[in-house]
């Protein structure tokens, strides 16, 4: 199926990666299916595109590039409702704030998007933790990344 996006212009979306929210996402109700775009040129941010606007695109990271020790507590009812029978088919991403000063991008561990890899099930939960900010402040750890990234390709292109 071929989509149109604002951002990445006509998309080939394999249905197979297509990321269910049967509920929406908060303020975007209406919204039910996206699919994942990693973009080489803005990693460790992964863009979360609906298909139901081309308008519609998040940016995404995982919680362990922010933080190490990112915990969150998978309830009996998210566990069901996302049928995640085996952790290994968990997977967590974090909604990025990507303001006009890049310097003071943000993330909201707060309210993890937990997906089920193996059925595409996806919810976005609320986490109860006092050390998980709705705005957590990014751009050192992404800096990080994209620095620690930049040495381990120039260690492998003198190998």
Same mark, same amino acid.
């Given at each position: ?6 951002? $990445? @212009? ?10 269910? $929210?049967?509920? @929406?996402?908060? @303020? ?8 994942? %775009? ?9 863009? &979360? ?6 308008? %519609?695109?998040?940016? &995404?990271?995982?919680? $362990? ?16 409702? =996302?049928?995640?029978?085996? &952790? ?8 990025? =704030?990507?303001?006009?000063? +890049?310097?003071? &991008?943000?993330?909201?561990?707060? /309210? ?9 099930? /996806? ?9 998980? /900010? %709705?705005?957590?402040? +990014? $751009? ?5 990344? +994209? ?7 120039? /260690? =492998?292109?003198?190998?």
């Amino acid at each position: 199926m071929i989509i149109e996006t604002l951002r $990445f @212009g006509a998309l080939d979306v394999n249905e197979k990666e297509i990321i269910n $929210f049967k509920e @929406g996402l908060p @303020g975007l109700e209406n919204l039910h299916r996206f699919i994942m %775009i990693d973009d080489e040129d803005s990693e460790p941010i992964k863009w &979360m595109q609906s298909i139901d606007d081309g308008n %519609i695109v998040l940016p &995404m990271i995982n919680p $362990f590039v922010v933080l190490d020790d990112y915990e969150i507590d998978v309830n009996d009812h998210e566990v069901e409702y =996302l049928g995640l029978w085996e &952790m290994k088919d968990l997977y967590v991403l974090c909604v990025v =704030l990507i303001p006009e000063k +890049i310097e003071e &991008m943000t993330v909201n561990l707060a /309210a993890p998007v937990l997906i089920n890899i193996s059925t595409g099930d /996806a919810k976005q939960v609320l986490v109860d933790r006092k050390d998980h /900010a %709705i705005k957590h402040p +990014i $751009f050192e750890a992404v800096y990080d990344y +994209i620095e620690g990234s930049r040495k381990n390709v120039s /260690a =492998l292109a003198q190998n």
